[in-house]
């Protein structure tokens, strides 16, 4: 009896059910995979945003960089961990305007010393050319959220020289300052995220001497891999901004400008590329103008620049090389 059941043969498996065998399209279809969790979004805890005249920051880098002409040389000297003095050589041309669609270039050199106070909460930066100009900067954290900041360049001509005063605020989700110049300059900004990602903003300025006034509106989206930003203005002047980021160093950047008054119109498309010993940048716009932008570092506080622009309408050509020593 017990030998009999030793050599019994194994019950049958149990027949497939329903939800283990596919039935109709669930024979074609891929399994089902479990729905992502949507975030909730903490709309009391938003980030704060960039400043208002800062929201094409990226863009501005990639398609706006310091093209020069001609041989510039700088050099900076740090005395302490917050003074520092820095001298500048440039020997180029200087665009002179006219009434023909010829560029006129007049050759022109100057030197520039500049002296640096940098603290946590003061800084203080002055230039003095020799063809007489003095600019001076003055950026002071009055309060964690409340910054004065000072621009200022005075000129041997009349009527030349300029001057302004800008009150920062910034909240835990949102920025605004209020602006002061010459000539009866008063303007304002706001800016305010929206969501994580989206911040909305808008300006006005009154310009006393000339009796304009104006109105704007800014808008920024932004994720890991892109910012879009929009501008438009009652000047007539509209600004579309768009940057890809391929990677950690490398990112493609594009503008739209419209103006209405003039009825002109400019698209541009650029790239930054950072290299391990270098960074390149350059665009390409749709009035022909191709331009290029190489540094290069040497050796520790010692940079080589390259600039080349081509304006292929204008037949204009412009090179410059120089070297930047010092921090």
């Given at each position: 009896?017990?030998?009999?059941?030793?050599?019994?043969?194994a019950p049958?498996?149990?027949?497939?059910?329903?939800?283990?065998?596919?039935?109709?399209?669930?024979?074609?279809?891929?399994?089902?995979?479990?729905?992502?969790?949507?975030?909730?979004?903490?709309?009391?805890?938003?980030?704060?945003p960039?400043?208002?005249?800062?929201?094409?920051?990226?863009?501005?880098?990639?398609?706006?960089?310091?093209?020069?002409?001609?041989?510039?040389?700088?050099?900076?000297?740090g005395?302490?961990?917050?003074?520092?003095?820095?001298?500048?050589?440039?020997?180029?041309?200087?665009?002179v305007?006219?009434?023909?669609?010829?560029?006129i270039?007049?050759?022109?050199?100057?030197?520039?010393?500049?002296?640096?106070?940098?603290?946590?909460?003061?800084?203080?930066?002055?230039?003095?050319?020799?063809?007489?100009?003095l600019?001076?900067?003055?950026?002071?954290?009055?309060?964690?959220?409340?910054?004065?900041?000072?621009?200022?360049?005075?000129?041997?001509?009349?009527?030349?020289?300029?001057?302004?005063?800008?009150?920062?605020?910034?909240?835990?989700?949102?920025?605004?300052?209020?602006?002061?110049?010459?000539?009866?300059?008063?303007?304002?900004?706001?800016?305010?995220?929206?969501?994580?990602n989206?911040?909305?903003?808008?300006?006005?300025?009154?310009?006393?001497?000339?009796?304009?006034?104006?109105?704007?509106?800014a808008?920024?989206?932004?994720?890991?891999?892109?910012?879009?930003?929009?501008?438009?203005?009652?000047?007539?002047?509209?600004?579309?901004?768009?940057?890809?980021?391929?990677?950690?160093?490398?990112s493609?950047?594009?503008?739209?400008?419209?103006?209405?008054?003039?009825?002109?119109?400019?698209?541009?498309?650029?790239?930054?590329?950072?290299?391990?010993?270098?960074?390149?940048?350059?665009?390409?716009?749709?009035?022909?103008?191709?331009?290029?932008?190489?540094?290069?570092?040497?050796?520790?506080?010692?940079?080589?620049?390259?600039?080349?622009?081509?304006?292929?309408?204008?037949?204009?050509?412009?090179?410059?090389?120089?070297?930047?020593?010092?921090?």
């Amino acid at each position: 009896m017990g030998l009999a059941m030793s050599y019994a043969a194994a019950p049958p498996p149990p027949p497939p059910t329903h939800s283990q065998t596919p039935v109709g399209l669930g024979v074609v279809l891929p399994p089902k995979t479990e729905e992502k969790v949507i975030k909730k979004v903490d709309f009391r805890n938003l980030p704060c945003p960039l400043p208002f005249e800062e929201i094409q920051r990226e863009a501005l880098m990639s398609l706006k960089p310091e093209l020069f002409e001609g041989l510039r040389f700088d050099f900076t000297k740090g005395l302490n961990q917050k003074f520092s003095l820095s001298h500048s050589v440039f020997m180029g041309s200087m665009e002179v305007p006219s009434q023909s669609t010829d560029t006129i270039k007049v050759p022109t050199a100057h030197y520039e010393f500049g002296a640096n106070f940098l603290d946590p909460k003061l800084m203080l930066v002055g230039r003095v050319l020799t063809d007489g100009r003095l600019n001076a900067r003055v950026k002071c954290d009055l309060t964690d959220n409340l910054t004065l900041k000072v621009n200022a360049q005075l000129t041997n001509e009349p009527h030349f020289s300029q001057g302004m005063f800008n009150f920062d605020y910034k909240g835990s989700d949102f920025r605004t300052q209020f602006q002061i110049g010459n000539n009866a300059f008063y303007g304002g900004n706001y800016i305010q995220s929206v969501t994580p990602n989206l911040s909305l903003g808008g300006e006005v300025f009154w310009l006393g001497h000339q009796r304009k006034s104006g109105i704007g509106f800014a808008a920024r989206y932004n994720t890991d891999k892109m910012v879009a930003t929009g501008q438009v203005a009652s000047t007539g002047v509209v600004a579309l901004s768009y940057v890809q980021k391929v990677s950690e160093k490398v990112s493609f950047a594009s503008d739209l400008m419209y103006n209405q008054m003039t009825r002109d119109v400019t698209a541009s498309f650029g790239y930054d590329y950072i290299l391990r010993q270098c960074r390149l940048r350059g665009k390409i716009d749709s009035n022909g103008v191709v331009s290029s932008f190489l540094e290069e570092r040497l050796n520790m506080g010692v940079n080589f620049i390259l600039s080349a622009e081509v304006d292929h309408r204008k037949k204009d050509y412009k090179f410059g090389f120089g070297m930047t020593v010092g921090e």
